[in-house]
């Protein structure tokens, strides 16, 4: 017995260092996003209490409904080029030619560079003068100046992360791909499926577990993104690309209003966590466990 | 062995003399390069006359500048003095932020307050007080390229100076004839951050009647003048090409450009170029040649541990003295450093005559950019208002209806 109590508090003192650098680190900041959503505080002054004020002056925010529909646009342009191009990149990713491997290491590489690098190399691609426009000019077209043209820039954003992030999930999907089991695919040819038939009949149920994962970790991430958008657009062209997230960036250092751009950050912590639980109830009817 | 306990001396040694000081000063800057450099030089100089005080310094670029001493100050870790840009100002003066320095320094009859012109207080002003003191009044001059202008066969803008005619209908005919002959661009008025127009734009604005204020502070940006002001703006964009659109990287640097609209200190930036370059007054318009006066000034923080012996170390880098030796990266607004030959030589990669015709010839007409605490906010609406303006079927007049009336409603 006392044995036993001696491993447990073998085993807490073992687990007290994470533990305490999860509250401090994680938890703790967590609740005083919370707190500080009641105040107001601009940092140099002292924090005032204004309890629900906050919300309030969110929920009747003309800016705030708008970044929330660019933010929609955004995510769900995002999800379909992401999650698309990287099934088909998979599945051709996944044929046994010779030299393959090359293409895999094209497709993965922009995911190892750095997001700033990233977005700044097409920050001057696309400049209204740079070598895209010379390009269709030698073509005998004029570019638009593409990252200031209100109607496209939020797309634009959307395919260049896409292009930055779209190797992993299709790596990921690729292992989900080779763990298909052979014989379930020649089964199926002798019952004279087409290959079309094959993938979304037989591949895509054995692989809904991964595409669920991604779909989940790919969502969050376009929630959340931050970096290339405030690189190339800052949030505009017209405010365009302003995401819930560069808006409450926006409200907190630019404007000061860090009790306000609290309240846009449990606003965001909201609907995160309700889309996940909502795709967590969903998976059970969508998706397909072997065991 | 031997080599740790050297080492442990040396940290030991270090701590000891460092414990002698009672003071720690802490001043926060953005400078960098040969200023920054002057300006350790100066801690180390105070921090060595004055045995009780030690002064570090700071440094954090300029675009992260507020938001971290903000930081600083919200986490109980406030620097003692510092500087402070102008865009910051109204933001600092209304958190009560800053310390009052009218008692103190400004009642100091070696400090020569009347050394300053009134007008170039006025920023720091609020009630009673003044709550920092400029050390850089620099107007916005016109950098251009003497070899891009040779080739284009244009007399250059100093020329034209001289004979009376450098005004904004010569600026546009240099610029497009350069653009037309060379390829290169003609002129950069607008910064490579969007968000950071006014810099230059303003001073266009101002020589035409206009303004994104009226005295009143109601929203002047669709006021006659100013539309005039952009109309030239969007012509030489989409109608020459002779200036870049937004979003184009092109720099001054790159020799790819006449004309750029900027403070003295960019100057530094030039001292590698490959081309032949001088600057001069910026152009004259309809309402005269009033060019931006960019300012930055010392302040004390309130939330300093010593404020006393803060101001005192603001007092030096302030001083008739001190200001003369930075005055060659920081033109102060004392007239006593200005009107002093050794200041108009100071600067080996400008010519004296230049310096006083660009330079101390524009100070007097010369306007800061006065704004109220939800600057912030209209810089963003008008930013994003801008995105439609410079657009090339953009109707001017309504788009600047439309950010004014945005502009007004934040008072």
Redesign the interface.
């Known amino acids: 017995m006392q044995l036993r109590r001696q491993e447990q508090l073998t085993g807490l003192l073992f687990a007290l260092p994470y533990a305490l650098g999860m509250l401090v680190l994680v938890i703790l900041p967590l609740a005083a996003v919370w707190v500080i959503s009641g105040t107001r ?5 002292e924090p005032r209490w204004v309890g629900l004020n906050n919300y309030q002056r969110l929920f009747q925010d003309p800016g705030f409904y708008r970044s929330l529909g660019v933010t929609a646009l955004f995510t769900i342009g995002i999800l379909v080029l992401n999650i698309s191009s990287a099934l088909g990149l998979a599945v051709l990713l996944n044929q046994k030619l010779r030299g393959i491997g090359i293409f895999r290491t094209i497709i993965f590489s922009p995911v190892v560079m750095p997001v700033v690098a990233w977005a700044l190399v097409w ?2 691609l ?5 070598p895209i426009n010379q390009m269709l000019a030698a073509a005998g077209t004029q570019g638009p ?6 109607s496209l820039a939020l797309w634009l954003l959307v395919v260049i992360e896409v292009i930055k992030a779209v190797g992993l999930n299709a790596v990921i999907f690729l292992s989900a791909l080779q763990g298909v089991p052979k014989e379930m695919h020649e089964a199926a040819v002798l019952d004279g499926t087409t290959p079309v038939q094959t993938f979304f009949r037989i591949t895509l149920p054995l692989i809904s577990p991964t595409v669920f994962l991604v779909f989940i970790v790919t969502l969050i991430g376009a929630l959340k993104l931050f970096t290339p958008v405030f690189v190339l657009t ?6 365009a690309t302003t995401t819930l997230i560069l808006f409450m960036y ?1 409200q907190g ?4 209003e860090f009790g306000y751009a609290s309240a846009v950050a449990v606003v965001l912590f909201v609907v995160v966590l309700g889309l996940t639980v909502l795709q967590w109830n969903l998976r059970r009817r969508l998706v397909f466990y072997e065991s | 062995m031997k080599r740790v306990l050297l080492a442990l001396g040396a940290l030991l040694a270090v701590g000891a003399a460092s414990a002698q000081k009672e003071i720690n000063l802490r001043f926060s800057t953005w400078a960098g390069g040969d200023g920054l450099a002057l300006l350790q030089q100066l801690a180390k100089e105070y921090s060595d006359s004055n045995p009780r005080v030690n002064v570090a310094v700071e440094v954090t670029p300029f675009a992260d500048y507020p938001r971290k001493v903000a930081i600083q100050v919200a986490s109980g870790d406030a620097p003692d003095v510092g500087w402070l840009a102008e865009r910051d100002v109204p933001a600092f003066l209304a958190s009560n932020a800053l310390v009052d320095l009218r008692p103190s320094l400004y009642a100091d009859r070696n400090f020569d307050a009347a050394d300053f012109p009134a007008s170039a207080l006025n920023l720091w002003r609020k009630g009673n007080g003044i709550y920092g003191v400029p050390f850089s009044n620099s107007p916005q001059v016109l950098f251009y390229n003497k070899d891009l202008f040779a080739k284009a066969g244009v007399p250059d803008p100093m020329t034209q100076y001289a004979k009376g005619t450098w005004d904004y209908a010569a600026f546009q005919k240099a610029a497009d004839t350069i653009k037309e002959k060379t390829g290169a661009f003609g002129a950069r008025v607008m910064r490579l951050d969007p968000r950071a127009w006014s810099s230059g734009t303003l001073a266009v604005l101002w020589s035409y009647g206009g303004g994104v204020y009226d005295d009143k502070f109601k929203c002047a940006l669709d006021s006659d003048g100013s539309v005039r002001a952009f109309t030239l703006l969007h012509e030489m964009m989409f109608k020459s090409g002779s200036m870049p659109r937004p979003g184009d990287q092109t720099t001054f640097e790159t020799g790819r450009m006449a004309m750029y609209m900027d403070n003295v200190s960019y100057s530094a930036q030039l001292r590698t170029v490959d081309f032949k370059w001088g600057i001069a007054p910026m152009p004259k318009g309809p309402s005269g040649r009033i060019t931006q006066l960019g300012q930055a000034g010392y302040v004390v923080f309130a939330k300093s541990k010593y404020p006393k012996e803060a101001t005192e170390f603001l007092a030096f880098l302030a001083s008739k003295d001190v200001m003369a030796r930075t005055a060659r990266f920081f033109p102060p607004p004392r007239k006593s450093v200005l009107s002093n030959p050794a200041y108009l030589s100071s600067n080996p990669l400008i010519p004296a005559e230049s310096l006083k015709v660009a330079l101390v010839n524009q100070v007097t007409s010369a306007k800061v950019f006065l704004t109220t605490t939800n600057w912030p906010k209209a810089n963003d609406v008008i930013t994003s208002g801008l995105d439609r303006l410079y657009q090339p079927n953009a109707n001017l007049k309504a788009v600047l209806s439309d950010i004014c009336r945005q502009v007004d409603a934040l008072q």
């Open positions: 505080w601009s940092l140099l002054d920050k001057f696309l400049q209204p003068e740079g100046n593409w990252l200031f043209e209100p800052g949030g505009g062209p017209a405010e926006k250092f630019s404007f000061f």
